[in-house]
């Protein structure tokens, strides 16, 4: 029963399949925020998830991988991001109807009662900073760091993992150019950070949990953060085991598992299986298609939408700010659109310019 | 009172969480202390304390019994009856001591007077010093103070002398009180010394509250009685990939017993260390403070905790037994574990580098001359043992560019199928039709190798032209003659199993011709120049004897085995493989299509000599200056253990288990796998056992790149290093197979009932006979015993090796090396005429003559011939062995004449024993060989 458990999950697992889930997930979560926040269906799903990793546990393998003292903290971090996520947005609900009803919000509601600094705040933090340091201490006993022993220049290990925080980036060197992986990316992620007071300066929402009137940026931010960051840490941290090789969650990590990698480029779908002649000399004959098609991407979509769908948008943030936003998010969206076109089509690069080192 | 501010929550409840957080930080706080201070070793050293204190508790048990009750009692009652005299006189005694007292107020008065004088004495002395030179009046009053204070300082010196000698006077009549008390007391405890030594020893050792309270956490750096032991190395170092880092051995936090010899019988970890004399002893070659332990058995000396420093179990069983024990768990990634125990001899090859033998390391011995004997340094590259070619290595399979006049090729193709189904002792492994080539086509393509190379060897060799024997032999005689004429000496054969070094002398007739076999031993050379069979000078007759006896010998089975079939689908599909390694397939079916039917065998051959490697053992012509197929195994030991195919077998994953394995079955780790033909395993099957199996294992191990700094190593001066050049030769040559020489006993004297008609024993011949003698002697062997049937064999030694012989013998026996001669030492007249008288005495003739009276004593009792003496032996040593034979060579025959160095013979040279044994050497100088005796040379 159990054996036959773990055998449907590692045979279901992939990174199309988690990913693909994943997103629906958040679509649901998103679209049905009441709903999902409630009791009825968060408890369940806490519960499920709880019940997954005590199952899980059972498992050698999976117990090696999950109990490692630098996996555990990845480990309380599903759960704790969850919290805070659900908490924010269940409070943003309760919110939004009060808002609907005319009612203060729950802040409002708050900032009526007053009550003493010493002792509310000031007894309620001392005690819970006594149990932060309850946590660290039995956390330094029973999870001690590792002292390895010492390094072997001619043994590298396997598998070879960035530190968490990078492994977002790592899981995107899967799919992208170790250019656009490793410096683009990150820049624009930075960037796109920075920029957002920038380009949000709507003063709807703000001092209080709301979601409907924040809904797309809340949204796009969600996505971005949960699906585009978290996922793929978790991903990295428990599901790619030696030489990056995807593992289901209850398989063992072998190092000898050879997949076969049939990708290929635009340039070779096009030039070679559509149109049966040879690739072309020059490059940018050659890749003259794929740079057609980004060009297309980043220029086609925001003129059209700034018409259509994002007229409002477009008036309220006036162009410089409103292309600025148009780039920042379609960079962020053509991460999943190249995944998925990996996972379809077995697509390696749109362009791929070998004489550069410069590919997309 | 203003106005009650509103609640957010319950204070009391908040308490009440409070109180919780607070006991449960301070219960882990606690622990955290707990898990800081609590230690194995500390458990363990405690174990050690307890068995300290039984031990020093059982030690003071039997010194209380030791204690003689009855002396005890009566010194006791001698006591008492002292004091109680001394009672009666106390008055008296006690104003003795008042007096004293009061003379010694009055000598510390005087004396302070004295003092004081004595300063004014010498200031007055100063000034009038410093005014005389400078003529100052003041001058003469100095000199007057100075004259009248002589007499009073005098005067103050007679009193306190006085007063000194009253109060000494005193003194002495107090002590006469009380002396007598003292010294029965003394002679208590001279009676309970032994007792009061184990009562000190046992305090100094228990354990007691306040040495409990010492070791307590924040009060340990005091005096703790519980710490770590550790040995700190200058010499040597453990390497850390990117640093080398002096080594710190903690090894005896626990391991508290190892250089105590009390402890032969106490638990492990307290046991002692086997052979103190050997090692940990401070006089021992290899005393703990300068080697530690991590040197010899691995691990990690720097920590102290069981597992960490990566112990390593014996077995399965124990491994089991650690793993409830003491949590033990391997360490995936330390790479220097520690050595299981039974191949601890691995590790002496850091240090003893460059020699032949490792003193006392009989495992790791045994395991080199397998490796040597197998032939493994052939096929692999092993640092310092394999330069074929050079004195190191040689091949140790026979050679093959003659075999077509050797053998024939249906022979060598049913000895490429199974070599032990013509001969169980064989040293040739087996090649084909192993555990990853068993099955039905790999059989077929296994036949169609064998049959190319059988027709690739018959094709490329030479012929010899081969000698006729003369006889017809007698196979008794000729059993005799294999007996006797000293093939055993390397051989098994004629039943007797005493030597292996060469191939066992049986089913010669389902292999050979007697032409091959008489040319053969008659001169081996001449069929295979580099050969190290000897030639053993065997007559025509001899030899045609041994050439009828050893053919009669056949192994009816093997002829009888049928010959498979090559098919030559089998092989042209093996030829088109080879050549696609170079060419396209339709290129190579056409190359294929262009080749002659009779060079295809030919070619498959060449091919698959190439690919399994048997030039590396066999000399074949074609293949000369290829290099041998085997792994390099120059850091087998040190080899990162990822780097290890374990394939799908399931063995623990440690080198010795894969190295065992391989050991056992070479082809094992392809099990499972998929590989076309030509990507096998090639390595081939050897015969070994068990035991042997494990030696080759520590040897293997030995091979390590562990740097050991040249201070630390065991360096050989210069004559030891012509000592083991010595020894190489000696296990090439197989010396010992006949002779005992350099603590190895021969196989030949070992088989011998008589040891007289044995090869002689041959240590501390470098004492013995001259270098000149010597050198010619192993060019060409004469006879020195004419009645031993057993041959010296004749070696052909190039120059070099001669040297290297005479040099070795030289040096064992703490000798100089001096071709020059040694100078016949000239005597008068009168002692010649002496050393004859004692010699006619002595009847030295009769054993010393071979003649048919002597012979018929028996050959333990005969001699060399005297006549020898002048060229052979030297003149020192032949003093020492008249004088006592014994202490030269044990049980030898030789009489002892002159015991304990007194003279049986008291009218010849004033019974001196020393100058009768020198006429006697002297003359033997001079001695002329008669007719009587006339050595043949054999």
Redesign the interface.
């Known amino acids: 029963m159990l054996e036959a458990f773990k055998e449907f999950v590692n045979g279901v697992s992939s990174p199309v399949a988690i990913f693909t889930s994943a997103t629906i997930v958040f679509i649901l979560f998103v679209s049905f925020p009441r709903q999902m926040t409630a009791k009825r269906m968060s408890v369940p799903i806490l519960l499920a998830v709880l019940g997954f990793f005590g199952v899980g546990l059972t498992d050698e393998h999976f117990r090696n991988i999950v109990t490692t003292p630098d996996n555990v903290p990845i480990v309380g971090m599903i759960f704790i991001f969850g919290y805070f996520t659900w908490y924010a947005m269940k409070k943003a609900v309760e919110n939004d109807r009060r808002i609907e009803k005319g009612e203060p919000t729950l802040e409002q509601a708050e900032t009526n009662?007053?009550?003493?600094v010493f002792?509310?705040l000031i007894?309620?933090e001392?005690?819970v900073a006594?149990?932060y340091?309850?946590v660290l201490?039995?956390w330094?006993?029973f999870l001690k760091a590792p002292l390895?022993?010492?390094?072997?220049?001619?043994?590298s290990p396997n598998p070879s993992k960035a530190p968490w925080y990078f492994l977002g980036l790592q899981e995107m060197l899967v799919y992208f150019d170790p250019w656009i992986a490793g410096v683009l990316l990150p820049t624009f992620i930075i960037l796109g950070l920075c920029a957002i007071p920038y380009l949000d300066r709507g003063t709807k929402g703000s001092g209080y949990y709301s979601f409907k009137g924040r809904k797309p940026i809340i949204a796009t931010y969600l996505f971005g953060f949960w699906i585009l960051w978290n996922l793929l840490i978790i991903m990295g941290t428990f599901l790619r085991g030696p030489n990056w090789n995807f593992f289901g969650p209850f398989e063992v990590w072998d190092v000898h598992k050879v997949v076969p990698l049939l990708n290929i480029n635009l340039s070779d779908i096009i030039f070679i299986k559509w149109l049966g002649m040879g690739l072309p000399k020059l490059w940018f004959i050659r890749e003259a298609p794929g740079i057609i098609l980004i060009l297309f991407y980043f220029m086609a979509p925001p003129a059209m939408l700034a018409k259509t769908a994002f007229k409002g948008i477009y008036k309220k943030l006036e162009p410089v700010r409103y292309s600025i936003l148009m780039m920042l998010l379609l960079v962020m969206i053509a991460l999943p659109i190249k995944m998925y076109l990996r996972w379809a089509f077995n697509l390696k690069y749109l362009v791929a310019i070998p004489e550069f080192f410069f590919n997309i | 009172m203003a106005k009650q501010?509103?609640?957010?929550?319950s204070?009391a409840k908040?308490f009440i969480?409070?109180a919780l957080?607070?006991i449960?930080?301070t219960l882990?706080?606690f622990?955290?202390v707990y898990?800081d201070h609590h230690r194995e070793w500390k458990d363990t050293q405690k174990k050690f304390i307890k068995l300290k204190t039984e031990k020093a508790r059982e030690e003071l048990k039997a010194a209380n019994q030791g204690v003689d009750k009855q002396k005890i009692e009566g010194i006791s009652k001698a006591i008492a009856e002292a004091e109680s005299a001394f009672r009666t006189h106390e008055k008296d005694y006690e104003k003795i001591l008042a007096e004293s007292a009061a003379l010694d107020t009055k000598i510390t008065k005087a004396r302070g007077r004295y003092q004081d004088l004595k300063q004014f004495q010498d200031s007055y002395r100063y000034f009038f010093e410093e005014y005389s030179l400078h003529k100052d009046p003041k001058a003469a009053s100095y000199d007057k103070k100075l004259k009248s204070l002589e007499p009073r300082l005098g005067q103050i010196k007679l009193e306190l002398e006085n007063l000194e000698k009253q109060k000494e006077e005193k003194d002495a009549s107090a002590q006469g009180f009380i002396s007598k008390e003292k010294e029965l007391r003394k002679e208590l405890d001279k009676v309970l010394d032994e007792k009061n030594l184990a009562e000190k020893r046992l305090k100094n050792i228990e354990l007691t509250i306040a040495k409990e309270i010492l070791d307590a956490p924040m009060l340990n750096f005091l005096a703790p009685t519980l710490k770590i032991q550790q040995i700190v190395l200058e010499d040597l170092q453990d390497d850390?990939?990117?640093?080398r880092v002096q080594k710190v051995d903690r090894c005896t936090t626990c391991h508290l017993g190892i250089d105590q010899k009390a402890f032969e019988s106490a638990p492990q970890p307290f046991k002692t260390h086997p052979d103190l004399d050997l090692y940990l002893g401070s006089n021992s070659p290899h005393p703990v403070e300068k080697f530690g332990c991590t040197v010899c058995h691995g691990g990690n000396g720097h920590s102290a905790s069981f597992k960490d420093t990566a112990h390593t179990p014996r077995n399965q069983e124990q491994a089991k037994e650690w793993k409830n024990k003491y949590s033990w768990k391997e360490?995936e990634?330390?790479?220097a574990k520690m050595l299981p125990l039974n191949h601890t001899q691995a590790a002496c090859a850091k240090c003893h580098t460059n020699v032949v033998e490792v003193p006392k390391a009989d495992k790791l011995n045994r395991g080199r001359a397998l490796a040597e004997t197998n032939g493994c340094v052939n096929c692999h590259k092993i640092a310092g043992f394999s330069l074929v070619g050079t004195e190191s290595a040689w091949k140790s399979g026979p050679d093959l560019r003659n075999i077509a006049s050797k053998v024939d090729k249906d022979w060598v193709v049913r000895w490429l199928q199974d070599p032990t189904s013509f001969r169980a002792s064989t040293k040739m492994p087996k090649i084909f039709h192993l555990s990853n080539t068993s099955s039905p086509e790999d059989r077929e393509r296994n036949n169609a190798v064998i049959e190319s190379i059988a027709v690739y060897l018959m094709k490329h060799s030479s012929s010899v032209e081969l000698l006729k024997p003369p006889f017809a032999g007698d196979k008794e005689r000729g059993e005799k003659l294999v007996k006797e004429v000293g093939c055993l000496g390397c051989h098994t054969g004629a039943g007797v199993n005493v030597n292996d070094f060469g191939p066992e002398l049986s089913a010669l007739g389902s292999k050979v011709t007697p032409e091959w076999l008489y040319t053969w031993v008659k001169d081996p050379k001449r069929f295979s120049k580099d050969t190290r069979m000897p030639n053993m000078r065997l007559t025509d007759e001899q030899a045609s004897d041994i050439v009828a006896y050893l053919l009669s010998q056949k192994n009816d089975s093997f002829e009888k085995t049928s010959l498979p079939e090559a098919k030559k689908e089998v092989r042209d599909e093996m030829i088109l493989t080879h050549l696609q390694s170079t060419m396209r397939r339709t290129d190579a079916e056409k190359e294929l299509g262009s080749m002659p039917e009779e060079e295809k065998f030919e070619y498959l051959g060449k091919k698959s000599i190439a690919h399994q490697g048997c030039y590396s053992c066999h000399n074949i012509k074609g293949f000369e200056d290829i290099k041998p197929i085997g792994a390099e195994l120059t850091f087998e030991g040190s080899k990162?253990l990822?780097q290890f195919d374990f394939g799908f077998i399931p063995i623990e994953h440690t080198r010795q288990d894969w190295i065992a394995q391989k050991l056992k079955d070479p082809r094992i780790f392809d099990q499972g796998k998929v590989k076309a033909y030509y990507d096998k395993l090639r390595m081939p099957q050897f015969n070994l056992s068990a035991e042997e199996i494990d030696d080759l294992t520590t040897f293997i191990l030995s091979l390590t790149n562990s740097h050991v700094p040249l201070e630390m190593q065991r360096r050989l001066d210069l004559k030891d290093q012509k000592i083991e050049k010595g020894r190489l030769l000696v296990s090439k040559h197989n010396c010992n197979g006949c002779h005992t020489l350099d603590g190895k006993t021969g196989g030949l004297w070992t088989w011998a009932e008589d040891k007289g008609s044995a090869p002689p024993v041959i240590d501390g011949e470098g004492s013995k006979v001259q270098e000149k003698w010597l050198h010619a002697f192993l060019k060409e062997p004469t006879t020195i015993r004419p009645w031993l049937t057993t041959h010296m064999p004749t070696f052909d030694f190039s120059e070099e090796e001669l040297t290297t012989l005479v040099e070795y013998f030289a040096y064992l026996a703490h000798e100089e090396v001096s071709y020059k001669g040694y100078e016949t030492p000239v005597a008068s007249a009168e002692k010649l005429g002496a050393g004859k008288t004692i010699f006619d005495k002595f009847q030295c003739a009769k054993c010393h003559q071979v003649n048919p009276e002597s012979a018929k004593m028996g050959s333990s009792f005969l001699a060399p011939d005297l006549a020898l003496t002048k060229h052979r032996l030297k003149p020192e040593w032949v003093k020492k062995w008249i004088q006592d034979p014994q202490a030269i060579q044990e049980d030898t025959m030789m009489p002892g004449f002159f015991p304990d160095g007194q003279s049986p013979v008291q009218d010849i040279l004033e019974g001196d024993a020393g100058q009768q044994i020198e006429a006697i050497r002297d003359y033997l100088y001079t001695y002329e060989k008669t007719a009587s005796d006339d050595p043949s040379k054999k």
Not at chain 2, 240 to 243: C, L, S, T
């Open positions: 009662e007053k009550v003493l002792p509310y007894f309620i001392f005690v006594l149990a340091a309850i201490v039995v330094s006993i390895e022993e010492p390094a072997n220049p001619t043994v | 501010s509103p609640t957010l929550y204070i908040t969480w409070f957080a607070s449960i930080l882990s706080l622990g955290i898990i850390y990939h990117f640093a360490l990634k330390w790479d990162e990822h």
